[in-house]
């Protein structure tokens, strides 16, 4: 694989993920450390980027891994909280001991990070293989709480999960092998949030899907299951908690009158009857005293810490780690492609929900 080109193109700006790398391997070791030794400084820069990428912190070398540690060590003193984005799904839980939950969670070799660097990190964790369960985030102590970032190897891999290799070719059989998956999931996850109770007092774990509406959350307090919720099975509910009152739950349909959309007109532009439906939606509710939906971010906000709420008026204790899982001591690092040690959050994408609240 040409590397230099590579290089060249992440210099460019160009978007390169760890995908285009999945040929890249320790054959193109030699290249990429010639290019740190010959390179000019942006192309130096790039190809350490890279030898993270295809070979994790031990293809740096000594001198780069102390280069980036010191980087890391430097920015920890003045950083200031970012709100986190695409975060998705987290647990919380009430304590400022790291060491405890890293212990609680099963984890290893843990090297710190600023939020930011951890927030780049944890947003590249969706590709095949072992990516997703290979390394952890953990959150400095916010406001009191720690986050964590993905799951233990063995929540990830339980014993019930059938393989999608070994699905029937029939889209039936296939749905309910996938429907009895997701169950195995969610009683992992309860489980989870109950054991880690036992040992810090209460844990809360969240999830709220980017792309659709899916959303859950999982609450347990003293060994006992205070209140799960997912808004794909409402009928496996346990419990309810003060923080939901005054909402919808998410699989609640909005109680406007029959037939409220119907006139309204279809032109050739479709956002025309978009932006009607939610002026006119936005109205109803208002005059009928509707309420708002919740979701896990509504109840993370209202119990715990919120990720993308995050900021300069967040308390901070100590910094925040990436970790190994099983997994991770047995594959190594994922591939991660890191292309700075400082992390903006995107621009919202803009909406027909935002352009006119009339």
């Known amino acids: 694989m040409d590397m230099r080109a590579v290089a060249e193109s992440l210099i460019a700006g160009d978007h390169v993920s760890t995908w285009e790398l999945r040929d890249a391997g320790p054959d193109d070791f030699p290249e990429l450390r010639e290019i740190r030794r010959t390179g000019s400084p942006a192309l130096r820069n790039a190809a350490r980027a890279l030898l993270f990428a295809v070979g994790g912190p031990e293809a740096l070398g000594e001198y780069d ?23 998705e799904y987290w647990f919380a839980i009430p304590t400022t001991d790291q060491a405890a939950v890293l212990d609680a ?12 660097l951890g927030t780049e990190i944890w947003n590249q964790h969706y590709d095949s293989g072992h990516q997703r369960c290979a390394r952890v985030y953990v959150s400095p102590a916010l406001d009191g709480w720690t986050l964590v970032f993905g799951r233990p190897s063995d929540d990830q891999h339980p014993a019930d999960i059938t393989e999608e290799s070994s699905w029937s070719i029939e889209p039936r059989e296939q749905y309910q092998a996938m ?14 949030c109950v054991e880690l109770s036992r040992r810090f007092s ?4 969240y999830f709220r899907s980017h792309g659709d509406s899916m959303t859950s959350w999982c609450i347990a307090e003293k060994g006992e299951l205070v209140r799960f919720y997912d808004v794909a099975v409402p009928e496996e509910s346990v419990g309810e908690l003060a923080a939901e009152n005054g909402y919808l739950l998410p699989h ?15 032109t050739e532009n479709p956002l025309d009857w978009q932006r009607e439906w939610v002026r006119r939606h936005r109205r109803l509710k208002a005059e009928l005293g509707i309420p708002d939906h919740c979701d896990a971010d509504t109840i993370a906000e209202a119990l715990s810490v919120h990720p993308g709420k995050i900021g300069p008026h967040t308390r901070v ?36 929900f935002d352009e006119d609240r009339t």
């Open 202 to 205: 209460a844990a809360h774990l």
């Open 65 to 87: 891994l102390g280069l980036v540690r010191r980087l890391i060590r430097s920015k920890l003193a003045v950083e200031v909280p970012v709100a986190m984005r695409s975060c």
């Open 252 to 266: 609640e349909d909005t109680p406007l009158p029959e037939g409220w959309a119907d006139d309204i007109e279809h």
């Open 317 to 352: 204790e100590g910094h925040g780690v990436i970790a190994l899982t099983r997994c991770g001591r047995e594959y190594g690092h994922p591939r991660t492609l890191l292309t700075g040690l400082a992390y903006t959050p995107p621009p919202e994408r803009p909406s027909v």
């Open 179 to 192: 429907l009895a998956n997701e169950k195995v999931y969610r009683g992992v996850e309860s489980a989870r």
């Open 105 to 116: 969670f099963g984890l290893s070799d843990a090297e710190p990070v600023t939020m930011s």
